[in-house]
């Protein structure tokens, strides 16, 4: 079975920073992307970033310029380095992976919380 698991996450002053982690418990074959998505009661998790196997990432627009998602040389671990945060961002911060073989499969953490005070 795949398991992700999500650290990093807290209370942090606004204009601070933090920096996520998602570590993958068990081998993902197939792999074609890993990525970060958030959510706040009442809306849809949305996408905070994500890297594909070739490198390419995509960044929600909120984030730009301020988030930046990296990767071990293994994809064990996945980062996001959050900067400049702001009250905004307050979230429930999941990691994801994308599996793809004759199907397509995703796979999530259970989140981690981050919380920016103003």
């Known amino acids: 079975q795949v398991q992700l698991v999500e650290s990093g996450g807290g209370l942090v002053q606004s204009g601070g920073s933090l920096r996520l982690a998602c570590t993958t418990s068990?081998?993902?074959?197939?792999?074609?992307?890993m990525g970060w998505y958030r959510q706040v009661p009442g809306k849809e998790r949305q996408l905070v970033a994500r890297?594909?196997?070739?490198?390419?990432?995509d960044y929600g627009d909120s984030v730009q310029g301020r988030f930046t998602i990296s990767r071990d040389y293994s994809w064990n671990f996945v980062y996001l380095q959050m900067n400049s945060l702001r009250p905004e961002d307050t979230a429930v911060y999941y990691c994801?992976?994308?599996?793809?073989?004759?199907?397509?499969?995703?796979?999530w953490g259970p989140g981690t919380q981050v919380t920016v005070s103003s």
């Open positions: 994801n992976a994308v599996q793809a073989a004759n199907t397509v499969a995703q796979y």
């Open positions: 890297m594909n196997r070739g490198g390419g990432t």
């Open positions: 068990g081998s993902i074959p197939n792999l074609v992307a």
